[in-house]
Nanobody, 120 residues
């Protein structure tokens, strides 16, 4: 059974950093693709970043390099490092299998999400 369990969200101030974690079970990072997506209040799901099975990454242009997706193969965990957080980054962040196309097609697996709130 595939399970994705996110953690690391919280309430932070603008300019702060957070690291989100996604512990994966039922799949290995070196044979699968994983993504982070987010959903802000009253808005649709938005793709953020993808890490492919070979370790290459793809990021949303509007993030502007503030976020970094990476993984620890030994821990079977995917991370999202978020720097210089802004109020508009406030959202529930989800870890999911596959790419943006997979996520928006409602395919694959998705975790329960972790809330990130950026507010002064």
């Amino acid at each position: 059974e595939v399970q994705l369990v996110e953690s690391g969200g919280g309430l932070v101030q603008p300019g702060d950093s957070l690291r989100l974690s996604c512990v994966v079970s039922g799949l290995t990072l070196t044979t699968s693709t994983f993504s982070w997506a987010r959903q802000a209040p009253g808005k649709g799901l938005e793709w953020v970043s993808t890490i492919y099975s070979d370790g290459s990454v793809s990021n949303r242009d509007s993030i502007g390099g503030r976020f970094t997706i990476f993984r620890d193969i030994g821990l079977n965990t995917v991370y999202l490092r978020m720097n210089h957080l802004r109020p508009e980054d406030t959202a529930v962040y989800y870890c999911a299998t596959g790419t943006a196309r997979t996520i928006f097609a409602g395919e694959g697996h998705r975790g329960q999400g972790t809330q990130v709130t950026v507010s002064s």
